[in-house]
Nanobody, 120 residues
Framework: QAKLVESGGGSVQAGGSLRLSCSVS????????MAWSRQRTGAEREEVGD???????SLRESVKGRFTISRDNTKNVLYLQMNSLQPDDTAMYFC??????????????WGQGTQVTVSS
């Protein structure tokens, strides 16, 4: 059973930065497509962005230019670098792992999440 553990969340002021990490165990990390999602209080979960096996990334429009997704296949870790944080970025952040099937990443494992709080 895959295990995903997020870390790096915390409280920052607007304009600050955080780097989230997602450690993946019990899986061939380099064969996985990965994603970050977030859930604000009282809202549905939304995808922040994803990264495929070759390192190609896509990000939702609201975080482009501020967030970067990367992966280290030697350490089995997924990262989310978040700069210029805004109060609207306050949420629980989750990582997810999947396999590419038919050109789409099919997710099958999720972490427990790490809280990010941005104050104005």
């Amino acid at each position: 059973q895959a295990k995903l553990v997020e870390s790096g969340g915390g409280s920052v002021q607007a304009g600050g930065s955080l780097r989230l990490s997602c450690s993946v165990s019990d899986l061939a990390f380099s064969s996985l497509c990965m994603a970050w999602s977030r859930q604000r209080t009282g809202a549905e979960r939304e995808e922040v962005g994803d990264i495929n096996l070759t390192g190609y990334t896509s990000l939702r429009e609201s975080v482009k230019g501020r967030f970067t997704i990367s992966r280290d296949n030697t350490k089995n870790v997924l990262y989310l670098q978040m700069n210029s944080l805004q109060p609207d970025d306050t949420a629980m952040y989750f990582c997810a792992a999947g396999f590419m099937i038919g050109g789409t990443c099919k997710f099958f494992a999720w972490g427990q999440g790490t809280q990010v709080t941005v104050s104005s």
